[in-house]
């Protein structure tokens, strides 16, 4: 076949002009934002989760060829977001679910808006010498399927926003059916953020009525790369199950030892402040007292002193009868009592208190169900021990093995050191309210997905990576 000359030409005129085209669009600035139309926005939310899947896969295609600094951009305007509607998110938690406190709940919001990582979390690994440079670095997973507990609703959908994104990915959330608003609220909230930040709609996604089938289509759907489940027992092991990589940010029961060396009246007010913030709501708050007989009663004195009102071991066998539910000679926690008010459940025992009253203390034996049982309600239960060997034991045992957290109040390194290697936990507090583990009051970063079970510990953005090794052999090396 003869190709004519200016047939040649016109061919060379057009690679030309692609090479030129090409070049440009390269150099453009991205604007991800013309792409979606946020005036039919759903911003997120869609009836089936297959659609919030959808979404999340194309959206993803987007975050994935985004710089590191837009992905900063967004997480910037996340933070501004989470820290103006800090009120309005603790209301209609608090409202919705029934649980917790708005003032508490406020300052969870905050805290999350400050301290959880972003982009800078996320570090690249490097060996270079004779043999050339080698790099690891940390990408995303694509599309990561996060369930999220009725107990810190919007706080963790916004903390795993936050680490996710600044990691590459989508989210698709699959929220506790009771707290749905709220969830919606703040899958609404990431998504505005992402738009007038210049990236796309459906960064995170979720289903306007999440349900268990939702959930177990999100586990095992083909595109999903990674579950995130925070919540008790049940959605862990399902997450588990699922045949993929999965992080299991599971239930605890923490104890906090108290030995004789304790600086006894601070120790009582921390654990009273630990314990009845957002009305023990938080996996990692003091759920049981491990005292030695020693300082035991001035340590419960002090807890009086500190807003708890004493119950006696009568009044302690008829709150089990309240906060429990016996099916079949079945116990199962009565759900209308989580997260309430230390003096509401006082009222239910009939006994009438001031509002001021923000936990209730016992002391009791360490097989009592509302000492071994996770209750998340501002009840503390004291188990009097003869020395710290003994609490040692009943601390483990208590802890049920989650390998969550435990707290210990102590001025004897010794001590410390053994419970802390013993216990073996994700968190252990010292001579502190337990939420100084989460950056609040102690150092550190924050976060709400707690990998307990997968023992990842305390997730950020850099736990929703994945490892990818690039080597070039003999060059690059400057040495
Ligand atoms: P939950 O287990 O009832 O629900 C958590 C989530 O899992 C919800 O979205 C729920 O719909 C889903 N789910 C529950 N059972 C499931 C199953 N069998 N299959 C699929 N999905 C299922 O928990 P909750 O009451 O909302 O939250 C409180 C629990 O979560 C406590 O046990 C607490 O310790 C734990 N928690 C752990 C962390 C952590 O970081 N480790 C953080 C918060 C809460």
Not at 218 to 235: S, Y
Not at 282 to 291: D, H, L, Q, R, T
Not at 336 to 360: F, M, P, Q, T
Not at 371 to 389: C, S, T, W
Request: include cysteine; charge should be negative; proline fraction near 4%.
């Amino acid at each position: 076949m003869s190709v004519k000359e200016n047939d040649i030409e016109m061919i060379v005129k057009q690679v030309l002009l692609n090479i030129q085209n090409v070049s440009k669009s390269a150099s453009k600035p991205l604007n991800l934002f013309k792409s979606s139309n946020p005036l039919n926005s759903t911003l997120g939310v869609f009836d089936d989760i297959n659609d919030a899947i959808e979404a999340a896969i194309v959206a993803q295609k987007k975050v994935k060829i985004m710089t590191i600094e837009q992905r900063e951009a967004i997480i910037k305007k996340i933070r501004e977001k989470t820290i103006q509607n800090a009120k309005e998110l603790a209301r209609l938690g608090v409202e919705e679910t029934g649980m917790g406190r708005v003032d508490h709940k406020i300052l969870k919001h905050q805290l999350l808006a400050n301290k959880t990582p972003g982009t800078e979390d996320i570090k690249t690994l490097a060996w270079s010498g004779d043999r050339g440079l080698t790099l690891v670095e940390m990408g995303p997973f694509g599309v990561i399927g996060s369930i999220t507990p009725s107990t810190n609703p919007s706080e963790t959908i916004l903390c795993n926003s936050i680490g996710m994104i600044a990691a590459g990915n989508t989210v698709v959330f699959n929220a506790h059916p009771s707290s749905n608003k709220v969830a919606i609220m703040a899958v609404k909230i990431v998504n505005e953020a992402s738009i007038e930040a210049g990236g796309p709609e459906n960064i995170v996604t979720t289903v306007s009525s999440p349900t268990l089938e939702s959930c177990n289509i999100l586990m095992k759907h083909k595109d999903i790369a990674l579950i995130a489940a925070t919540g008790g027992p049940g959605v862990v092991t399902a997450a588990l199950s699922s045949g993929k990589r999965a992080i299991g940010a599971g239930a605890g029961n923490p104890p906090v030892v108290v030995d004789e060396t304790a600086d006894i009246p601070k120790a009582a007010k921390d654990i009273i402040d630990g314990a009845s913030f957002d009305n023990n709501l938080p996996c990692i708050a003091e759920k049981e007292v491990v005292a030695v007989k020693e300082i035991v009663d001035e340590l419960m004195y002090y807890m009086v002193q500190n807003g708890a009102y004493e119950i006696t071991s009568e009044e302690a066998t008829n709150l089990t009868k309240i906060v429990f539910i016996e099916n079949s000679g079945r116990r199962s926690l009565n759900r209308d009592w989580v997260g309430k008010d230390a003096y509401k459940i006082l009222r239910a025992l009939g006994i009438e208190v001031s509002e001021d009253i923000r936990c209730i203390i016992f002391k009791g034996a360490k097989d009592h169900p509302l000492i071994a049982e996770e209750l998340m309600m501002p009840i503390l239960g004291v188990v009097e021990v003869e020395n710290f060997d003994e609490a040692v034991e009943v601390a483990k045992d208590l802890e049920h093995g989650n390998r969550h957290s435990a707290h210990m109040h102590s001025r004897n390194l010794s001590n410390l050191t053994r419970l802390s290697r013993e216990i073996d936990t994700a968190i252990f507090v010292k001579n502190a309210p337990s939420y100084a583990a989460l950056g609040f009051g102690g150092e550190g970063y924050c976060t709400f997905t707690i990998a307990s079970r997968t023992g990842e510990g305390l997730t950020s953005a850099k736990t929703f990576t994945k490892s990818r090794r690039c080597v070039l052999a003999d060059g690059l090396s400057i040495r």
